[in-house]
């Protein structure tokens, strides 16, 4: 990958002992969303069991823990690297704010096809067995919080003891009972396929996908549609009393109507937007429009400048 110029960022997981606070220095982060912070970090080479060689930052929190980061990339900073991997939740953002708010999977495609055998499935019999197994063992970690809370007065009277006894010896019978069964399960879990192909899934449990040329698609404008409403909410943000109304307003803009007026002696495409519900959101619109028109931004396919206005002349 190196040769392609492509690098790696990941976290690691397993790294060796902390490093000295010492090693540590104050750098200034631009985080995804636009704000900067300062996060204490450093950098040491490090060699991995293949002997591969790789930069390794570290980022010193508050609670004195060590986050690691691991990166072939050798020409970027560190406060950039940080940056890109701590922002990493903005993928998951991503899945779920486009699940909210953009249904277009269910307009582009509705065929199916089946899903090639040689594709590798979780086995629902390993699936179930584990949701047993999580299942047991959360009721006997609650069962031992119950044994470890008994306690006795100071000078405990005989009947007391009796109560106290008879109840530790039920709760560990039934801790016990629960031991066996997690055990069983585990060594079912152990004989079980963890992965199986699909085409040895049960007639009953096998699906199908939806059909994926026009999806992938599809996903590519979903991600630059987003990136832009990301770029564009970044920039609402720094007008806005409450920051977090930002994409919630972009929204409300992207529904209403707006008016269009081509002026092809002017070579200009005005987009009116008509005035929202409060004076205050009119007002960061209006900076924000500001800043889109300085990008002097050409229509596809024309040459007419799209210059963005809100309300009536």
């Given at each position: 990958m190196l040769l392609h110029s492509?690098?790696?960022?990941?976290?690691?997981?397993?790294?060796?002992?902390?490093?000295?606070?010492?090693?540590?220095?104050?750098?200034?982060?631009?985080?995804?969303?636009?704000?900067?912070?300062?996060?204490?970090?450093?950098?040491?080479?490090?060699?991995?069991?293949?002997?591969?060689?790789?930069?390794?930052?570290?980022?010193?929190?508050?609670?004195?823990?060590?986050?690691?980061?691991?990166?072939?990339?050798?020409?970027?900073?560190?406060?950039?690297?940080?940056?890109?991997?701590?922002?990493?939740?903005?993928?998951?953002?991503?899945f779920r704010y486009m699940k909210e708010h953009f249904g277009l999977d269910r307009l582009i495609e509705f065929g199916t096809e089946p899903i090639p055998d040689a594709i590798s499935v979780v086995n629902p019999q390993w699936r179930t067995l584990d949701s047993r197994i999580r299942s047991k063992a959360g009721q006997r970690h609650r069962l031992a919080a119950q044994f470890g809370s008994l306690t006795l007065s100071g000078d405990p009277a005989e009947p007391e003891l009796q109560g106290f006894q008879q109840r530790q010896g039920r709760l560990r019978d039934e801790i016990e009972i629960l031991n066996v069964e997690i055990d069983s399960l585990k060594q079912q879990r152990k004989a079980t396929l963890h992965h199986i192909p699909v085409n040895s899934l049960p007639e009953g449990e096998r699906f199908t996908r939806l059909r994926t040329e026009r999806k992938h698609f599809i996903d590519t404008i979903k991600m630059i549609a987003y990136r832009a409403e990301t770029s564009m909410a970044s920039l609402l943000r720094e007008h806005l009393a409450r920051p977090d109304d930002a994409r919630s307003l972009l929204r409300q803009i992207f529904e209403t109507e707006a008016d269009l007026t081509p002026d092809l002696t002017a070579n200009t495409l005005t987009i009116r937007l008509h005035h929202l519900t409060h004076a205050a959101h009119d007002r960061a619109i209006e900076l924000l429009l500001a800043e889109i028109n300085a990008t002097q931004t050409i229509f596809p396919g024309t040459c007419l400048t799209l210059i963005f206005k809100l309300g009536s002349d």
């Open positions: 492509i690098a790696i960022l990941t976290y690691h997981k397993f790294p060796k002992e902390d490093w000295r606070i010492e090693e540590f220095t104050p750098h200034s982060v631009q985080l995804a969303a636009g704000e900067t912070v300062t996060m204490k970090l450093a950098e040491r080479g490090t060699q991995l069991s293949n002997k591969f060689w790789v930069r390794e930052i570290r980022k010193l929190n508050d609670n004195g823990h060590q986050t690691s980061i691991l990166t072939t990339n050798f020409q970027a900073p560190m406060p950039t690297l940080a940056a890109s991997l701590f922002a990493r939740w903005s993928q998951e953002n991503f």
